[in-house]
């Protein structure tokens, strides 16, 4: 846009731009560029594209809730399900046998030695030992085995306490969150969208 005219309007505004540093004009091109990207992205306007990924997103949930009551190992393979299934412990206060399985798994891909007998001791002291912050519910004899196992702690030396600790959740927690009130609405409302769904193909 030019201008001619003194005082112009547009005039002093390219003198304006003129004098910032080239950086800034640069960036100011950049974030135009953003901005466009971003507006043109699906499922951030009001294209089909957009709805179209959140039904598949919403099948694929829905899918995911109805799977956590065929295995127990359903559930633990799913984020969400963890999360479910951890709000749930939370209710019975014994969210820290779940806390000590997932700490496990962490500790299982752990590949530095230092980080290992460090993590190992840390893991201990908080589920393990007698009188632990979040003591599981284990058996002496499997507290005992996994204290011996820390003097040369490798990527096993829980193995026992935790697999006493899943076999626990699988036989009395698992059970009951499948026929808790907070499942059974998830499983509800999965079943109405899968239906609907049905209903609208």
């Known amino acids: ?6 005082g112009c309007p547009a005039l002093s505004m390219c003198r304006g731009l003129a004098s910032l540093p080239i950086t800034c004009l640069e960036r100011a091109k950049d974030l135009k560029t953003r901005l466009g990207i971003l507006l043109h992205k699906p499922g951030l306007g009001h294209g089909t594209s957009g709805k179209l990924q959140l039904g598949s997103r919403q099948r694929d949930s829905s899918q995911e809730v109805l799977e956590w009551r065929e295995s127990f190992d359903q559930l633990l393979k799913s984020k969400s399900g963890v999360n479910a299934f951890h709000t749930f412990l939370k209710t019975e206060f014994s969210e820290e ?7 496990c798994e962490d500790f299982k891909k752990t590949r530095s030695k230092t980080k290992l007998a460090s993590k190992a001791n840390r893991i201990f002291e908080e589920f ?3 009188e632990a912050p979040r003591e599981v519910n284990i ?5 005992e085995i996994t204290r011996k196992n820390l003097s040369g ?5 829980f193995n026992e306490a ?3 600790t899943r076999t626990l959740m699988e036989k009395d927690s698992y059970p ?4 808790s009130a907070s499942y059974q ?3 509800k409302q999965a079943t109405s969208r899968g239906t609907s769904k049905r209903s609208h193909t």
Do not use: G, I, Y
């Not at 846009?1 to 003194?6: D, E, K, Q």
């Not at 009951?176 to 026929?179: A, D, E, N």
């Open 162 to 164: 935790q697999a006493k």
């Open 185 to 187: 609405d998830m499983t």
């Open 97 to 103: 046998n779940l806390d000590f399985w997932l700490a």
């Open 153 to 157: 702690a490798t990527s096993a030396c």
């Open 128 to 130: 393990v030992q007698s």
């Open 139 to 143: 058996d002496h004899e499997t507290r």
């Open 176 to 179: 009951r969150f499948l026929k």
């Open 1 to 6: 846009m030019s201008c001619w005219m003194p």
